[in-house]
């Protein structure tokens, strides 16, 4: 038998279908690497935040520096909360006549039992940010630091917005 010859034309047009006849594009593998990049971007993301409250409007702040993740020590307009949990009302606070607030003062030596792998120099003291309203009374902000002090947390940061620098 006499094999015919095909034009060029025929020629690509079979070539083509061969092409197309083979595998596409796998989604599924896709899917599964783009998954486990989102994952892993999301376990290592390394920017800290501050723990919001929508009572709570904090000062602004220019610095440049980015706090270390502490301890976070939050003043509302009616509580206390220490690392997201209720310690003492704001009027509780206001109303005691001491100077160091004994419940909050508890609390945080209770959060250093916690904290089995710290070790930290005794002079230096352990840390602690505090997250408070702008408009907090200056009298219940020197208690709170008052008894900061009484816990050994004495590297103490303020939690502010960061402002950007006008030029």
Known sequence: MKKLKLSGRSKRMQHFKRMQGRGGLNLVSLMDIFTILVFFLLVNSGSQQLPSSKDMALPTS????VP??????????DAILLHG????????????????????????????SRRV????????????????DENIPYELLRKILAT????????????????????
């Not at 270390?68 to 307009?77: P, Y």
């Open 117 to 132: 792998f710290i070790q930290v120099d005794k002079q230096q003291g352990h840390a602690i940010t505090i997250m408070g």
């Open 85 to 112: 949990r209720k310690v003492m009302d704001i009027n509780t606070a206001l109303a005691n006549k001491a100077a160091v607030l004994p419940d909050l003062k508890q609390a945080l030596i209770d959060q250093l």
């Open 68 to 77: 270390k993740e502490t301890l976070v020590l939050a003043i509302t307009h």
């Open 148 to 167: 900061c002090r009484q816990a050994n947390y004495t590297r103490i940061a303020f939690a502010a917005h960061q402002e950007a620098k006008s030029s």
């Open 62 to 65: 220019v610095a440049k520096k």
